[in-house]
Structures are given as structure tokens and as C-alpha cells.
């Protein structure tokens, strides 16, 4: 039996060019091959990831702001529902309200510097 190769033709995050950020974490790729297999899988994905990494600032930043890009990725403003943009809204919307709440001092100082 041979082993079957699967190109998956991700898109790009455009983020260091936009911004200047330079991304430390897979989840950019982790959510867009999630993205393929629906609102269940990015659930998911989401869940575990913020599990893994809430203590780390760091990631926790680039997590909210992966949501963040990805609604607007999934949002079509010709289109009365929107489906995976309000999974991806009220996921940025859970982790965002959880930093806010839990980070301090120097960590929160950088998750608002680097998402603003």
C-alpha cells in the first residue's frame, strides 16, 4: 500500500507584513486546517489550544488575535449568516474576556500593546 500525500493549500497569514508582529505559534495553520472540517473542529482546535497555552501571555496573545483574523477571514457582509466567523467572534470573544480578566502587570501591558 503507498502512503497518500494531501496537499493542503493553507492561506497565508499576512500579519508581519501588515503589522509587523512575527508569529511564534502554529495556530494560524492549526485553525485553518480546522476551518476545512467546520465549527466542530475549530471548537476544538480552540479548546485545546487554550488549555495548552492560557499561561503563556505570549501565545495566549497570538491565539486572541488568530481569532480575531479569522472572523474577519470568515465574514462575507453580502451574506445574511456567516457561520464560521460568529464560531471564530464568540471563541476571540471567551479568550479576550479571559485575559482581560486574568493577565497583569507586564503580561497584560504586552497582550494590549501587541493586539492594539
Excluded: C
Excluded at 493549500?9 to 480546522?34: C, H, M
Amino acid at each position: 500500500m503507498g502512503t497518500a500525500i494531501i496537499n493542503l493549500r493553507l492561506p497565508r497569514w499576512t500579519v508581519e507584513e501588515e503589522t509587523g508582529y512575527k508569529p511564534i505559534t502554529t495556530f494560524w495553520q492549526d485553525f485553518s486546517i480546522a476551518d476545512r472540517l467546520g465549527a466542530g473542529a475549530i471548537r476544538s482546535t480552540y479548546f485545546q489550544a487554550f488549555k495548552e497555552w492560557r499561561g503563556n501571555y505570549k501565545f495566549l496573545t497570538e491565539l486572541v488575535m488568530v481569532l480575531n483574523h479569522k472572523i474577519f477571514q470568515h465574514y462575507d457582509p453580502n451574506r445574511k449568516e456567516n457561520p464560521l466567523a460568529e464560531v471564530y467572534d464568540e471563541l476571540w470573544k471567551a479568550a479576550d474576556a479571559w485575559a482581560m480578566d486574568n493577565l497583569k502587570g507586564e503580561e497584560l501591558s504586552y497582550y494590549i500593546d501587541t493586539l492594539d
